[in-house]
């Protein structure tokens, strides 16, 4: 089993910045990707990125790419999205979740969070 608690949504400007980070616990050795996912109201839950706990390797959204960072700190099991630059599109329920592999698809992810709300104003 392994859990994830996200956290460090909020209300932001847009051009603001936030800091999501996601915090495992349990058996994280099993589950060597990590991965940000966000669902907007009436839409289906997108790919944001993804990073690899062993190579810190990563993969972004084109949509996210140059504005958001995702990374890891091994020690603390903690996995971060830096989200800077925030546009009113990027409103929506940010999850983290865990799998075998780095993947696009949600339904290669068998571990998720309860999400966090991030909210863009214009």
């Known amino acids: 089993q392994v859990q994830l608690v996200e956290s460090g949504g909020g209300l932001v400007q847009a051009g603001g910045s936030l800091r999501l980070s996601c915090a495992a616990s349990?058996?994280?050795?099993?589950?060597?990707?990590m991965g940000w996912f966000r669902q907007a109201p009436g839409k289906e839950r997108e790919f944001v990125a993804t990073?690899?706990?062993?190579?810190?390797?990563?993969y972004y959204a084109d949509s996210v790419s140059g504005r958001l960072t995702i990374s890891r700190d091994n020690a603390k099991n903690t996995v971060y999205l830096q989200m800077n630059s925030l546009k009113p599109e990027d409103t929506a329920v940010y999850y983290c979740?865990?799998?075998?592999?780095?993947?696009?698809?949600?339904?290669?992810?068998?571990?998720w969070g309860q999400g966090t709300q991030v909210t863009v104003s214009s």
């Open positions: 979740a865990a799998g075998y592999r780095r993947s696009l698809r949600a339904s290669d992810y068998d571990y």
């Open positions: 349990g058996r994280t050795f099993s589950r060597d990707a």
């Open positions: 990073i690899r706990w062993t190579t810190g390797s990563t």
